[in-house]
Structures are given as structure tokens and as C-alpha cells.
């Protein structure tokens, strides 16, 4: 039971971690954390352990009393775990993607695919999350050096800079508590296949 997963969100409430009850006890009794139940309220040590545990939750003994389990917790201090930026690479535009040419929206393996600059290169288009897009090869033939006007396409959607970290697409995958999921919301299944390549 203590070494099942507690998820750690940072001070903003981005997950950064997945820590063991033992550790997640320890950080919350030193206080450089607070547990969060499922109405998102916090609690220090002495608040978390004068709740009453359930029958049905997790809880773990000690002589006389059960001290639930916490399934989050979130740190007090604002540099221990600093946000990822999601690094811009073919592997991380394909997983953006969901490995779909952005033009005719068909599904591909990653071989058949490549990445196109919306706006070429050749017309000063920036090697950006903003400005590159997942593109299957004959879709890439057929929009040459123009942007998606003049080749007559249109793009499925614009293209963006992904929120989801690495760590957060695994902590998507993983998924082993409902009470993480509201913290892990709007990474979705792009997130899960990123982790799944990796
Ligand atoms: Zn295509």
C-alpha cells in the first residue's frame, strides 16, 4: 500500500511527479506539501490525519486510528519542480497530430509521413510549433513551396504549441487513480500515444 502512486502537482497545480504514499506522507508531515481531497481542499499533516477514513478508501494504520491515503498532493513551494516546456521535435508535431496528415486527415505510420511549414520556408516561415504541421507525403507533394491558399487546402485545425509535458503524458497513461484526472484534463489521447512511442 505505501508504495502505491500519489500524483505531486507543483504550486500552479500542474502535475510534475508521481511519488509513493511513504514519500507523499513524509513531504506532507515536513510541511512542504498539502494533501487535496476530491472537493479540492487542502489539508496540512494534522488537518489530513483527523479526517476520517472511510471504509471503502485507502488508509493506512496505525494503533488505534487509520489515516487515509492522499491520492494528490500539491507543493508550498514555487521552485521545487518548474514547469516543462514541451520540446519542439518531428517525434512531439507527429504525437500533436495524433500521426494525422493535417491537410487530407488521413492516419498515418510515422514512416509515411513528414512534417510541412505552412508558410515554406522559402517565404520566411518560422520553424515553430505555430508553423509546422504533420503532412503525409503526396499531400506534401501537392502543396509544393506555397502556402495553403494559394494551393487551395485548408488545414484541419491551426497548428499550436502543446500544454502536455512528457511527464504529464505519462501520468496520463499510467491513470491509476480517478482522483488524478481532473489535474491531468486536456492532455488527452495525443499526450497517451506520445508516451506510448517513447
Ligand atoms: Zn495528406
Redesign the pocket.
Known amino acids: 500500500m505505501l508504495d502505491t502512486g500519489v500524483l505531486v502537482l507543483n504550486r500552479v497545480y500542474q502535475p510534475v511527479h508521481i511519488t509513493s504514499v511513504r514519500r507523499a506522507f513524509a513531504m506532507l508531515y515536513q510541511g512542504v506539501a498539502r494533501a487535496i481531497d476530491a472537493q479540492f481542499q487542502t489539508f496540512d499533516f494534522d488537518s489530513w490525519s483527523a479526517l476520517a477514513a472511510a471504509a471503502h478508501e485507502d488508509a493506512i494504520g496505525t494503533v488505534g486510528r487509520r489515516i487515509r491515503i492522499p491520492r494528490v498532493i500539491v507543493l508550498l513551494a514555487y521552485d521545487r519542480m518548474p514547469r516543462a516546456r514541451v520540446r519542439f521535435s518531428r517525434f512531439n508535431i507527429y504525437a500533436r497530430d495524433d500521426n494525422t ?1 493535417q ?2 486527415g ?1 492516419r498515418f505510420r510515422r514512416a509515411e509521413l513528414n512534417l510541412d511549414h505552412v508558410v515554406p520556408r522559402s517565404r520566411g516561415g518560422a520553424s515553430v510549433w505555430e508553423n509546422v504541421v504533420c ?2 507525403h ?2 506534401n507533394r501537392v502543396k509544393g513551396g506555397r502556402t495553403p491558399i494559394e494551393a487551395g487546402m485548408r488545414l484541419l485545425r491551426e497548428p499550436f504549441r502543446p500544454q502536455w509535458t512528457p511527464f504529464m503524458a505519462e501520468a496520463y497513461r499510467q491513470r491509476r487513480h480517478d482522483a488524478w484526472m481532473p489535474y491531468l484534463s486536456g492532455i488527452g489521447h495525443v499526450a497517451f500515444e506520445a508516451s506510448q512511442a517513447n
Do not use: H
Open positions: 496528415c491537410y487530407c488521413t503532412s503525409c503526396r499531400c
